[in-house]
């Protein structure tokens, strides 16, 4: 059994305007040692799913499972909960500065974190306080120990957050866009040093961002998010190569320097913008953005269907880590699209271009160009 | 357009720096913010902010500026727009020095000159609408008013991809992505020639970033506009420059075609930034070497001697901490006239710096707390690296 498995997760709140939905029904499971990345844009419901799993949203209505090592999160009392966080799922988060508290030393908040949890003597955790700082590349961590948190670099307090977070050695780290707030040399250093204490605790990861960069360096597998939904949940290679749902397709072709196109090429932008979620649209949340949109896109949710694997793929196979070699557990995505059409090669995009053709009786007026809406 | 020939010049790749004509010319550029303590705010000191920038800007080009927070690059846009005194040195905008203007000597040329900021949702005032926003530059340089306005309003808000018809709707009714094209509009509105665009695209969705990075595109072929681009995205400033400059603490530290720089940068730092920079691409992201700079950028207070980059370098030598290097096309090294690089050991192409260890003692305690090489595999490629780093220790301590 997996980590964690989260099983139809439901986050909705209500507010004054009408119920949103937040989370709509997201299933996924994390492996000690993987790493899980979740990538959406602002609005996808990315950290609200992960939040609620931990307790961290309030006045949500949650519904559905999320078991981690066998109990639910959802339906365990708050003071077990509590237990478990910190100690056996850690958390960093995106802006460092107000997630320490300003009138603490940093290395008196790590230790009362340590103390929270543990039995041992003020001084000893101290001592592991040092340690940590020092594990996460903090030079002269006797000295800075002491140091308030604004005597701390940008980059300095985030890995004191990850020393924070990995001070119990947790089975299982959320990281929700840790490094967006840094420069890209830091930026580096931090995904570098989560790779490692990973590796050396088997600690399982659950990295939340936007780029599309971060993910590609780091995670197993990776599952994105739109509108509240999963849309596609593949591993890291099928999905930047063989990817099926037009969103998917669309976030890679509008980065410079990804996969989908030569530095230079000019960028394809996905047309509109991201929909209220208290106003979805009707059947596929995406389908007014989508350029391949078919008449049952428009009535008809699609549900998360599994596309097959193709064996030959047309990239050698010896570039590849042993640990992608494993059997891909589980390419799916929700789209009316046939399940053939993967990737960008021309073959695939003709699939499309004929399923498009046929299945729609009037012409749709699609949404051209750039923010017209 | 009132200006004559405003043509789009072909990208400014191998023209000497005589040869194209400039927009802008910065020559030895250099601010520094006093600090000041006690009661009564005596100066104790100076943060060198930008210490001495050189460089032109040609008609129709894109300067993409890059560098870490806290490298000087907005302060040195904002020194540019002639929105802060400069300390020492000049800023030419068509031959003529900005920084030597009175407030009212100023006025006209910044219809030359706009800028596009950062955040689309704190650059615009909430309780006006958009069509007044964007008319503001008419109305304070008494250009157009009354139907003549909104018709000139409605133009820009067209070329922007806005709805015209939304001229009455206030900022709130639009989204991140509309309101970054707001702000293009109203810089646009009196027909500048030099855009200063200070992470534009920063703060909006990557689905959105790429539609204000083609508008921008557009109206630089359709308006002849040169830009300084500034963005903390690597690959985004790479995507829409011509020519880039990285900073570091204040100096530029090498400048070059785009296209060149990415695929052979030549000083140390350049290739730390460069190999940080997430690709898009797991295959492509697997098969680099990264150089992780360990360490901070050092305050701007007290910045190191010699090479600013020092004590962080990989290659650094004893000359490194004793002599300032200049910004140069290095002797004998260079291909190309726009190339520069202040360092007195330009990275060579093929090089692998994940190899290279500082000369100084006294600056990091063991040197793989340099640099260390990640993402590298141990196993592969070992004997040749050697080879190089021997090939290379040989040569730079023929050179030094």
């Given amino acids: 059994m997996a980590l964690l498995e989260v099983d139809d997760l439901q986050v909705a709140f209500d507010t004054e305007d009408g119920r949103l939905r937040a989370v709509r029904g997201l299933s996924f499971s994390v492996e000690a040692g993987q790493t899980l990345g979740i990538v959406g844009e602002s609005g996808s419901g990315k950290s609200v799913a992960t939040q609620s799993m931990v307790g961290l949203t309030r006045g949500a209505r949650i519904s559905g499972r999320a078991l981690f090592d066998g109990d639910d999160l959802l339906t365990m009392a708050p003071e077990n909960l509590r237990a478990l966080r910190g100690n056996q799922i850690g958390m960093v988060f995106q802006d460092p500065l107000t997630s320490l508290h300003p009138q603490y030393t940093v290395g008196w908040q790590i230790q009362e974190a340590i103390l929270a949890h543990e039995q041992i003597r003020k001084g000893e955790a101290r001592k592991r306080a040092v340690d940590l700082l020092g594990q996460v590349g903090i030079s002269q961590p006797e000295r800075r120990v002491d140091d308030f948190p604004h005597q701390f670099s940008g980059g300095m307090r985030q890995r004191a957050m990850i020393a924070m977070a990995l001070s119990l050695s947790p089975r299982l780290l959320i990281a929700d866009e840790p490094t967006t707030a840094l420069d890209v040399t830091v930026q580096a250093q931090v995904l570098e040093l989560m790779k490692k204490l990973q590796a050396e605790y088997g600690t399982a990861l659950i990295l939340i961002t936007h780029d599309l960069g971060v993910v590609a360096d780091m995670a197993d597998d990776v599952l994105v998010m739109y509108a509240g939904r999963a849309v596609e949940k593949a591993d890291r290679r099928t999905l930047y190569y063989r990817q099926h749902h037009p969103y998917s397709k669309g976030l890679l072709a509008s980065v410079p320097a990804s996969a989908a196109h030569a530095p230079g090429e000019r960028l394809i932008p996905i047309a509109g913008q991201p929909p209220s979620l208290l106003h979805l649209p009707s059947g596929c949340a995406f389908h007014p953005r989508c350029p391949y949109v078919m008449d049952v896109c428009v009535s008809e949710t699609p549900e998360l269907l599994s596309v097959p694997s193709i064996a030959s793929e047309n990239r050698p196979s010896e570039n590849r880590p042993a640990s992608e070699n494993r059997p891909a557990g589980g390419h799916v995505s929700a789209c009316h699209l046939p399940p053939e059409a993967v990737g960008p090669s021309p073959d695939a995009e003709s699939r499309r271009e004929r399923a498009v053709a046929a299945g729609r009786s009037t012409p749709v007026a699609v949404l051209q160009d750039e923010g017209a809406a | ?400």
Avoid: W
């Fill in chain 2, 1 to 400: 357009m009132t200006s004559p020939s405003l043509d789009k010049s072909t990208p400014a790749a191998g023209t000497s720096s005589s040869g194209g004509e400039p927009i802008l010319r910065l020559s030895g550029v250099t601010k520094n913010f006093p600090m000041r303590s006690g009661v009564f705010g005596r100066t104790t000191g100076s943060v060198s902010a930008v210490a001495g920038v050189d460089f032109e800007l040609r008609k129709g080009e894109t300067l993409g500026l890059v560098g870490e927070s806290g490298c000087g690059k907005s302060t040195l846009a904002r020194l540019i727009m002639g929105l802060l005194p400069v300390s020492a040195g000049s800023v030419e905008f068509e031959g003529q020095d900005i920084t030597k203007l009175s407030r009212s000597g100023m006025r006209p040329l910044r219809r030359e000159m706009q800028m596009i900021f950062q955040d689309p949702y704190g650059s615009l005032n909430p309780r006006r609408r958009v069509g007044s926003i964007i008319g503001d530059p008419f109305a304070i340089h008494k250009i157009a008013d009354g139907e003549d306005r909104v018709r000139r309003v409605k133009e820009l808000m067209e070329l922007v991809g806005l709805n015209p018809e939304h001229y009455n709707r206030f900022p709130a009714d639009f989204s991140g992505g509309q309101r970054q094209r707001i702000g293009v509009a109203r810089a646009l509105a009196l027909r500048p020639k030099l855009l200063v665009c200070d992470e534009p695209v920063s703060a909006l969705d990557v689905s959105i970033q790429a539609q204000v990075i083609n508008l921008l595109d557009d109206l630089q072929d359709e308006l002849g506009l040169s830009y300084i681009f500034i963005a903390h995205d690597l690959s985004v400033v790479r995507h829409v420059s011509d020519r880039v400059a990285v900073m570091y603490l204040g100096k530029v530290v090498e400048l070059g075609t785009a296209e060149r720089l990415y695929t052979e940068p030549r000083h140390p730092y350049t290739n730390a930034l460069l190999s940080a920079v997430p690709l898009a691409d797991p295959d492509r992201a697997a098969q680099r070497k990264r150089l992780v700079l360990v360490g901070d950028v050092p305050s701007p207070v007290n910045p190191p001697s010699g090479c600013r980059f020092h004590p962080r370098c990989p290659k650094a030598q004893e000359k490194c901490a004793a002599e300032v290097p200049t910004l140069d096309s290095g002797e004998g090294v260079a291909l190309d006239p726009d190339d520069l690089a202040a360092c007195h050991f330009p990275v060579l192409p093929g090089e692998d710096l994940t190899q290279a260890r500082s000369a100084l003692t006294g600056v990091q305690a063991t040197p793989e707390a340099v640099f260390g090489a990640i993402g590298s595999n141990p196993g592969s490629g070992d004997p040749t690296n050697r080879d190089s780093t021997n090939g290379d220790s040989t040569n730079s301590g023929a050179r030094a």
